[in-house]
């Protein structure tokens, strides 16, 4: 135990001594110029004193600094910057993904300057099959030393094979990250993959259709009852030609949506056989919905994105996630949308997603990636994103700072806290459980099964 702890004593030393060395050597810091002092380095590094008085002496053995008392310490005058060999990191990232087109670019370019001589490459890869893919494209020549993937790609992943172990590569902004983030990517107390953005599924709805037709808001703690009328109330033929073409809620039908609804009336999807009363339920509820009452418009993935009838005020609520509202704003949206609390069940529950970086095995310099790990996890870093694109943060403090208590008490992060998410990657075994699920669905969302029936056949399964 003493030998870990000294391992990781001296890492944390001779990282911080990397990292001086390197921006005196590239012209970063210049000859003659202070360097932070020893509590700011303290802070801004989140390592001891003595680490950090352990760095700066072994760059004053390498002449490299010079103190000067009572006032700091400064780059030598004696140091001449290098014309270091440029360096190159490349990332891999999976395509289509928001948080690489909106935000990515500025973690990128906030590393790219603190590391002058370092070149970020940017290899955008296709979702499906998307690991086969990586592993083909390495064995083909192709480097890489980090990939960008979405949540529902970890589980796809071989730990062995695919990720390396990042838990000592984080720095103290670890302890601000909400830990159901941190727990769903560790395996046998390995953290595989670090959330650099994340978003419960939540209600969003648009007041302006609410306001319209005279409804009121969502309210706190409202009910599966509430919901129903007031879907009811925003379902209208609008032209009068005998057709409803506006519907209170957008229903998915998507795998990464619909279970939300079951989750909030108790289900555990990896012990269907007990839970065959609250899954009839759930199916129950959405046929009410769609076939009985008729207040909301069925999306099926492949037709057109599952935001369109709620992004042309066709639908005035739909589950989302602060994810695609962000994407949504960043084009012409006609509205301001607003959060609503889940209204399904009695049970706190929802799903989560996450845009993650992970290191390749066949990273050439394991140490830059880190560094590009933590640059995208820094609280400035991580509130410029929020503030310029309206993702949330995956460090508490940054969320408290950028939104109000109410929307943060809309999504059930209020407090600091994500207790109550769980990944599609936690909710079932295997990624072929989910397509058996979704391929026995067919019939159901068509209306041509009973609610009854297709709940029974999937708790015998």
């Known amino acids: 135990m003493i030998d870990c702890v000294k391992r990781e004593h001296e890492y944390r030393y001779l990282r911080l001594a990397d990292i001086l060395r390197e921006q005196i050597l590239s012209g970063y810091i210049k000859p003659g110029q202070f360097l932070l002092s020893e509590n700011e380095l303290c802070k801004y590094y989140g390592m001891s004193r003595t680490s950090v008085r352990k760095s700066l002496d072994q760059l004053l053995k390498e002449g490299l600094i010079v103190k000067k008392v009572g006032q700091g310490t400064i780059v030598s005058p004696d140091v001449e910057a290098q014309a270091e060999k440029r360096r190159t990191l490349r990332i891999l990232a999976v395509t289509p993904s928001h948080y690489c087109d909106m935000a990515l670019t500025t973690v990128i370019e906030a590393f790219e300057r603190k590391y002058p001589t370092v070149d970020v490459k940017l290899l955008r890869m296709p979702s499906e099959q998307l690991w086969p893919t990586i592993r083909e494209s390495l064995e083909m020549g192709i480097e890489a030393d980090l990939v960008l993937v979405a949540d529902r790609h970890y589980k796809e992943a071989d730990p062995e094979r ?125 046929h009410d919905m769609l076939y009985r009452q008729r207040s909301a418009t069925l999306h099926l993935p492949g037709r057109f994105q599952q935001y369109t009838a709620f992004m042309r005020q066709k639908a005035a609520m739909m589950l ?49 990636a880190a ?72 019939l159901f969302w068509s209306g041509l099964e009973s609610a009854k029936d297709v709940s029974a056949r999937l708790v015998d399964k």
């Open 162 to 286: 695919d990720c390396v172990e990042l838990n000592r590569m984080l720095d103290n902004s670890a302890d601000d990250i909400y830990p159901r983030l941190l727990e769903a990517f560790t395996l046998e107390d390995k953290l595989l993959a670090v959330p650099v953005t994340f978003s419960p599924i939540y209600m969003a709805y648009n007041p302006d259709m609410f306001d319209q037709y005279g409804v009121i808001h969502p309210f706190a703690n409202w009910t599966r009852e509430d919901f129903m009328r007031t879907a009811k109330q925003l379902t209208v033929d609008t032209d009068g030609d005998g057709i409803v073409d506006q519907y209170g809620f957008s229903l998915p039908s998507s795998m990464s949506r619909w279970p939300v609804i079951a989750l909030q009336n108790g289900v555990d999807f990896s012990d269907l056989k007990n839970n065959g009363d609250a899954l009839y339920t759930s199916f129950a509820f959405i």
């Open 320 to 368: 989302t996630t602060a994810i695609e509202i962000a994407h949504l704003k960043s084009g012409n949206m006609p509205f301001e949308p607003r959060v609503a609390q889940l209204p399904f069940g009695p049970e706190q529950s929802t799903m989560l997603i996450a845009n993650m970086l992970s290191i390749l095995p066949s990273c050439s310099d394991m140490e830059l």
């Open 371 to 442: 560094q590009f790990i933590q640059t995208a996890l820094a609280p400035d870093i991580q509130e410029k994103i929020s503030r310029d694109t309206g993702f949330l943060s995956v460090l508490k403090s940054v969320n408290a700072k950028v939104w109000d208590r109410r929307h943060l008490e809309s999504l059930e992060i209020a407090r600091g806290e994500q207790a109550y998410g769980l990944f599609l990657h936690e909710l079932f075994d295997d990624t072929q459980s989910i397509v058996e699920i979704d391929n026995e669905m067919h």
